[in-house]
T-cell receptor, first 111, second 115 residues
Framework: DQQVKQNSPSLSVQEGRISILNCDYT??????FLWYKKYPAEGPTFLIS?????DKNEDGRFTVFLNKSAKHLSLHIVPSQPGDSAVYFC??????????FGKGTLLTVNP | DTGVSQDPRHKITKRGQNVTFRCDPI?????LYWYRQTLGQGPEFLTY????????KSRLLSDRFSAERPKGSFSTLEIQRTEQGDSAMYLC?????????????FGPGTRLTVT
């Protein structure tokens, strides 16, 4: 069973606009959520995270929102840049050990 | 560069052969994880170490797989009698055991192709 779901395999946006990537989870025991970015032939790179006691975390152009009642989180990238084009993975953790990943969303930012 | 490193980056082997991969974590991190990623999927947890102790193994880790972390530093992942289904990217990650930050930092991965 897929405990972390990214239902959009791909997303295309124009440079300068907002990119919104979505993630849903089913396990209410998850207490920490992370977003990773991955380029081909490289390992995932950590982007931003959020604890379940918060509903928002910002880091520069990246903001993650958490809606615990809906078991939903989203990553906003504003403004989007062509260099943001990559696969984005949502991941969740329980009690600080293994990560459970979604299948990823391919973001393409067009110049 | 003080990031996670993995060696080799690519490995092509014939079915039935044994392979071994190495991971060097970020030096101050005491937790080390192995994940496997296949096409179209996110990374899947295989096993993890806290210092030299292997604390959990996934059901994905069959008896042909073994991992070690002697002295709590680098780690090795060995696959015996490789099968075509073992073809995947093998990722290593490390983290610091704190109560407030769960971030794991990944290496570049080892791409295994079993022919």
């Amino acid at each position: 069973d897929q405990q972390v779901k990214q239902n959009s395999p791909s997303l295309s946006v124009q440079e300068g606009r907002i990119s919104i990537l979505n993630c849903d989870y089913t396990n209410s025991m998850f207490d920490y959520f992370l977003w990773y970015k991955k380029y081909p032939a490289e390992g995932p790179t950590f982007l931003i995270s959020i604890s379940s006691i918060k509903d928002k975390n910002e880091d520069g152009r990246f903001t993650v929102f958490l809606n615990k009642s809906a078991k939903h989180l989203s990553l906003h990238i504003v403004p989007s840049q062509p260099g943001d084009s990559a696969v984005y993975f949502c991941a969740a953790s329980r009690s600080n050990y293994k990560l459970t990943f979604g299948k990823g969303t391919l973001l393409t930012v067009n110049p | 560069d003080t990031g996670v490193s993995q060696d080799p980056r690519h490995k092509i082997t014939k079915r039935g052969q044994n392979v071994t991969f190495r991971c060097d974590p970020i030096s101050e991190h005491n937790r080390l994880y192995w994940y496997r990623q296949t096409l179209g999927q996110g990374p899947e947890f295989l096993t993890y170490f806290q210092n030299e102790a292997q604390l959990e193994k996934s059901r994905l880790l069959s008896d042909r797989f073994s991992a070690e972390r002697p002295k709590g530093s680098f780690s090795t992942l060995e696959i015996q009698r490789t099968e075509q289904g073992d073809s995947a990217m093998y990722l290593c990650a490390s983290s610091w055991r704190t109560s407030s930050a769960y971030e794991q930092y990944f290496g570049p991965g080892t791409r295994l192709t079993v022919t």
